[in-house]
């Protein structure tokens, strides 16, 4: 499969190292350096997101669903006729 991917220098140049070493294309290379990494760890959870609790200084809550423009409309009303 064809791609193009952006690597960091860091990276280009240990992918570039080995190529050099074992007498390998740039791709065979970074082909071998993934398996070797996958191989490395068996059990891959999926990488977990660090949900924010604060945005701009305020506080950021989680709803159960998204609050829509009439949820907003239903408190306005509520809260003006009580």
């Known amino acids: 499969m064809r791609l193009t ?3 960091e220098p860091e990276l280009y140049a240990v992918a570039k190292s080995l190529a050099k070493a074992e007498d390998c294309s ?3 290379a970074v082909n071998r ?3 070797r990494a ?3 760890e068996p059990s891959h959870p999926p990488p977990t997101r660090q949900t924010p ?3 701009h200084g305020l506080p950021i809550s989680r709803a159960r669903r ?3 423009a ?3 409309a239903r408190t306005e009303e509520e809260e ?3």
């Open 5 to 7: 991917i952006r690597l």
């Open 26 to 28: 740039l791709s065979t």
């Open 33 to 35: 350096l993934l398996h």
């Open 38 to 40: 996958l191989a490395a």
């Open 53 to 55: 609790t604060t945005r």
């Open 66 to 68: 998204p609050i829509t």
């Open 70 to 72: 009439e949820d907003v």
């Open 80 to 82: 003006n006729h009580p």
